[in-house]
């Protein structure tokens, strides 16, 4: 497991403040548990905050471990243990799954369009500071492989001119479509379903049209007419 410190002191912000709206959803959070166990609030409540800045800072971890009446180190401890904290600025981090289904569908093709358009080396801002990038292990959406994730969202059945557009939509703040980028819904086949088709399967005309087929005869005993 690789060392995970806090951003150095000059990268820090001066001060962190949760914003009124998520100030009343830390409220609400840390009330959803019992009275002494509060302190169970904390990865969600760091969480909201990489959600609010975008990275995990010091004063970040300082206001939280005083909500929840923590020691400071218990707070850092959290924030560098789980790879999901990013402790210095990412910008628009863009995951790219590289497991083998991603690698075997062209996942290769998606992170060269990072290398060039964001920076020719993981975990490091782009020029403008706006994105970095990252190989992931699997994120679960292997059947739209290849794909990456950029916050809560998957981008799916990508390629490199896709992938090239999509870093140029977000770097420039225009709207993405999430999900899969060719014709496919969801993960149904390519071209469309090959099974289960019949539409009477789903606009209900066959309920009650077939009787239940009644069970086979118990088999004679030996000797039994
Ligand atoms: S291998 Fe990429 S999502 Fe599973």
């Given at each position: 497991m690789?060392?995970?410190?806090?951003?150095p002191?000059?990268m820090?912000?001066?001060s962190?403040?949760f914003t009124a709206?998520?100030?009343e959803w830390?409220?609400?959070?840390?009330?959803?548990?019992?009275a002494?166990?509060q302190a169970?609030?904390v990865?969600p409540m760091?969480?909201?905050?990489?959600e609010q800045?975008?990275?995990v800072?010091?004063p970040?971890i300082?206001?939280?471990a005083?909500?929840l009446?923590m020691?400071?180190?218990r707070?850092?401890?959290?924030?560098?243990f789980?790879t999901m904290?990013?402790l210095?600025?990412v910008?628009?981090?863009?995951?790219v799954?590289?497991?083998s289904?991603c690698?075997l569908r062209?996942s290769d093709a998606?992170?060269d369009?990072?290398?060039?358009?964001?920076h020719?080396?993981?975990k490091?801002?782009?020029?403008?500071?706006?994105?970095?990038?990252m190989e992931?292990?699997?994120?679960?959406?292997?059947?739209?492989?290849?794909m990456l994730?950029?916050?809560?969202?998957?981008?799916?059945?990508?390629?490199?001119?896709i992938?090239e557009?999509?870093?140029?939509?977000l770097?420039?703040?225009?709207p993405?479509?999430a999900?899969?980028?060719n014709?496919?819904h969801?993960?149904?086949p390519e071209?469309g379903?090959?099974?289960?088709?019949?539409p009477?399967?789903?606009?209900?005309s066959i309920?009650g049209?077939?009787k239940p087929?009644?069970p086979p005869?118990?088999p004679?005993k030996?000797?039994e007419a």
């Open positions: 690789s060392v995970r410190r806090l951003a002191p000059d820090q912000p001066p962190f403040a709206e998520n100030a830390v409220k609400a959070t840390i009330a959803k548990y019992p002494g166990r169970s609030a990865i760091l969480w909201k905050g990489q800045e975008g990275w800072t010091h970040m300082e206001s939280i005083r909500q009446d020691p400071f180190i707070v850092l401890e959290v924030a560098t789980y904290f990013n210095e600025p910008g628009i981090l863009v995951q799954c590289t497991t289904p690698w062209g998606v992170m369009a990072c290398k060039k358009h964001i020719p080396h993981q490091t801002l782009s020029a403008d500071g706006k994105m970095s990038w992931v292990e699997c994120l679960g959406a292997c059947v739209n492989a290849p994730q950029v916050g809560s969202d998957f981008y799916e059945d990508l390629d490199g001119p992938t557009k999509l870093i140029a939509d770097r420039a703040g225009k993405v479509k999900g899969p980028a014709a496919r969801s993960s149904e071209g379903a090959i099974t289960l088709t019949e009477s399967l789903y606009d209900g309920i049209k077939y087929v009644a005869p118990p004679k030996p000797g």
